[in-house]
């Protein structure tokens, strides 16, 4: 496995740790991602979320597309 996949995974472990407490594992397990071959990708999230936008794999994808979620959302902040 390369070595950014490794990272990309490990850090799409941390963001799905971050969203459960705001979003339903439903919703966290329905979301998708597509790669095509020239480095795009689409990510396909909960409430017709759409990220498209270049990714090195389906994990950076993942990530991209939730963090985009995540700042769309008006999700409050925990102190």
């Known amino acids: 496995m390369k070595l950014c996949t490794t990272f990309c995974r490990t850090l799409h472990t941390e963001t799905?740790?971050?969203l459960k407490s705001d979003v339903p594992s439903a919703d966290i397990k329905a979301a998708w991602a597509y790669?095509?071959?020239n480095?795009?990708?689409e990510f396909h999230?909960?409430?017709?979320y759409y990220w498209y936008g270049?990714?090195?794999c389906l994990?950076?994808?993942r990530v991209h597309?939730?963090?985009?979620y995540i700042g769309?959302?008006?999700?409050?902040?925990?102190?």
């Open 45 to 48: 999230g909960p409430n017709c």
């Open 16 to 18: 799905v740790a971050d």
């Open 35 to 37: 790669k095509y071959p």
């Open 65 to 68: 597309g939730w963090r985009g």
């Open 54 to 56: 270049r990714a090195c």
């Open 39 to 41: 480095d795009r990708a």
């Open 59 to 61: 994990w950076a994808a």
């Open 72 to 79: 769309s959302q008006n999700f409050e902040e925990e102190q």
